[in-house]
Nanobody, 124 residues
Framework: EVQLQASGGGLVQTGGSLRLSCAAS????????IGWFRQAPGREREGVAC????????YIAGSVRGRFTISTDNSQNMAYLQMNRMKPEDTAVYYC?????????????????WGQGTQVTVSS
């Protein structure tokens, strides 16, 4: 059974940093692509970053490029989202998800399994 557990959310001031973690189990890590998504109140869930776990290629959405970084520890089946220079518009529930296809994608419809979200709030 595929399981994803996101953690690390919280309250941070504008300009601050947070690191989210996603613990994965129940599947062969290197056969998947992992993504981070976020959903703010009243808005669509949007892709933030993803990483193809076989070749390590990454994609970062333009809205967070230069501030957010996705990384993984394949030996521990862990993924991380490092968020720096945070802005109030980064406030959202953040989710990790995986797709059993080795290609980066920011489309939520292309992901097969989802973890529960973790709330991130950036105060102004």
């Amino acid at each position: 059974e595929v399981q994803l557990q996101a953690s690390g959310g919280g309250l941070v001031q504008t300009g601050g940093s947070l690191r989210l973690s996603c613990a994965a189990s129940g599947f062969r890590f290197n056969d998947y692509t992992i993504g981070w998504f976020r959903q703010a109140p009243g808005r669509e869930r949007e892709g933030v970053a993803c990483k193809q776990l076989s070749d390590g290629s990454t994609y970062i959405a333009g809205s967070v490029r230069g501030r957010f970084t996705i990384s993984t520890d394949n030996s521990q089946n862990m993924a991380y989202l490092q968020m720096n220079r945070m802005k109030p518009e980064d406030t959202a529930v953040y989710y990790c998800a995986v797709r059993k296809f080795l290609r980066n994608s920011e489309s939520r419809d292309e992901y097969d399994f989802w973890g529960q979200g973790t709330q991130v709030t950036v105060s102004s």
